[in-house]
């Protein structure tokens, strides 16, 4: 097992990733099979050496690979007014996307 990993920025959170790895993001357009490079690098620790990024480091590239898309777990809203006799649920499942991450370039 290798030592290399990364932090990145992605749907406005902090994500820690390494390779030969899958992640689930907020829904990617693009097709399962797709290649997709993500560049908002915060951190990246290549064997032992950090590169801290002032917010990013610049000229590092992560290939990534669509593997799916799924829903997330479901989520039950429910509201309620007291002495009104109003009640309403509702349901919500996010639409995700499930990224393989292949590797970490320079």
């Not at 797709?34 to 560049?39: A, G, P, Q, S, Y």
């Not at 690098?41 to 002032?54: A, H």
């Not at 829903?71 to 349901?91: A, C, D, E, H, V």
Request: hydrophobic residues 35%; contains cysteine; glycine residues 8%.
């Amino acid at each position: 097992m290798t030592n290399t990993y990364a932090i990145i920025e992605a749907d406005g959170r902090q994500i820690w990733i390494q390779p030969g790895k899958f992640y689930d993001l907020n829904y990617v357009e693009g097709e399962p099979g797709d290649i997709i490079h993500l560049n908002r690098v915060l951190l990246l620790n290549n064997q032992g050496k950090i590169s801290i990024g002032n917010p990013c480091v610049q000229s590092i590239k992560i290939k990534t690979k669509i593997l799916k898309h799924l829903k997330g777990k479901k989520l039950t809203i429910f509201k309620m007014k007291p002495k009104k006799n109003m009640r309403s649920k509702q349901g919500h499942r996010q639409k995700l996307t499930r990224l393989f991450i292949e590797e970490i370039s320079n």
